[in-house]
Structure formats: C-alpha cells, structure tokens
C-alpha cells in the first residue's frame, strides 16, 4: 500500500513539475500563480500545498530535479569512457537531455545567471555538481595528455556547460531542421579545436 501511495505522490509531484516548468518558461515566475500551477497539473489547489510548501520551494525542488536529472545523465554517459571520447558523450547527453526537456532548459538558462532569486544558492550548488563531472573528464583529458597541460580546467568546464546549453536551446528554437548529429559534432569541433592548442 505504502509503494502505491509513494507511487502516486511522486507521479503528482512530476506532473506538478512539468505544469510549472511549462509554466514559468511561458509567462515567467513571477507571473505564474500556484492557481495555475494547480490547473495546468489537473489537479486541486490544495495538492500544490500539500507537496509543497510554496511556489518558491516548489520551485527549488523542480531545480534540484531537473539538474539532478542531467547531472546523472553526465555520469552515466562518461562512465568508463576515455576522457577525449567521455567529451563528445558528455556534448551528446547534454543536447539530448536539452531536446528531451527544452522547456526546462530553457528556463534554467533565464534563471541562471540571476542573483536576486531565493534559490539563488541551491542553483549554484547544483550547477556546480553538473560541471564537476565535465571538470572530471577535462581533468582526466590533461592528465592523459589529450587535452593541454595548461588548460584552465575549472574555465573550459563551465564554458563547456555553458556553451552547450546556449547552443542547444538556440538549435532548438532557431534551427530545429538541424539534426542532433549535425549540432554535436559542430560542437566537438570546438572541442577538438581547444585540445590542439
């Protein structure tokens, strides 16, 4: 009985998850209401309060799912790969996750860079645990000797988180006729280009 309620819950909590997130990527936080979070989930008002203890927290939470979501992806792609080719895979999983969740990606790229928000600390530290896997796999392609000795590696990790997410929404929203194939590998030309230098 506990599994089927659990179950229930956590199929609740993911459809008020992608409500919000659709949502919020539409009209914005500030503008979306638990009135219409509840809604756009079918579900009561109530249902929004009982998972959660307001949209802010609800908000944090559908964060911590989102990155948490992509930051296993990271993991599970590199996963006994040498670093040059846990590169191209790390390119690969980040444009699939973001083609797969495009609304959330594209609101993490709205609130990304935002410092007045509340969950402004929650957002770093997640972000931080998704690049310390692409700073794993840059540190293992300079300790390989693949990529350069000299490479900043704390640097190319963001840049390479952050690059691949501007790319793919802006593949996504003004190049969809591009294939996913075409996209990765213009961007492991970047890649590649950094580890000739």
Same mark, same amino acid.
């Given at each position: 009985m506990t599994d089927g309620r659990t179950r229930r819950r956590e199929d609740t909590r993911q459809r008020l998850f992608v409500a919000a997130v659709d949502l919020i990527a539409e009209q914005g936080f500030s503008a979306t209401t638990v009135d219409d979070i509840a809604a756009r989930a079918g579900v009561a008002k109530g249902t929004v309060y009982y998972n959660f203890e307001s949209k802010t927290v609800l908000? @944090? @939470?559908l964060l911590r799912h989102g990155i948490g979501l992509l930051t296993a992806e990271f993991r599970a792609a590199v996963? #006994? &790969? *040498? *670093? &040059? @080719? +846990? &590169? #191209?895979? &790390?390119?690969? +999983?980040?444009l699939e996750y973001i083609r797969r969740y495009r609304a959330f990606a594209q609101l993490l790229l709205s609130e990304m860079w935002r410092t007045n928000r509340e969950w402004q600390q929650t957002l770093r530290l997640l972000r931080g645990e998704a690049i310390a896997v692409i700073a794993d796999t840059v540190q293992a392609g300079v300790d390989s000797g693949d990529l350069p000795a000299d490479l900043d590696v704390r640097t190319a990790s963001s840049a390479l988180f952050g690059v691949g997410l501007v790319v793919a929404v802006d593949w996504l929203v003004f190049s969809p006729d591009r294939s996913i194939d075409e996209v990765q590998e213009s961007l492991l030309g970047i890649v590649r280009r950094v580890a000739r230098t």
């Open positions: 908000f @944090e @939470e996963d #006994g &790969l *040498p *670093p &040059l @080719e +846990a &590169l #191209g895979a &790390l390119v690969r +999983a980040q």
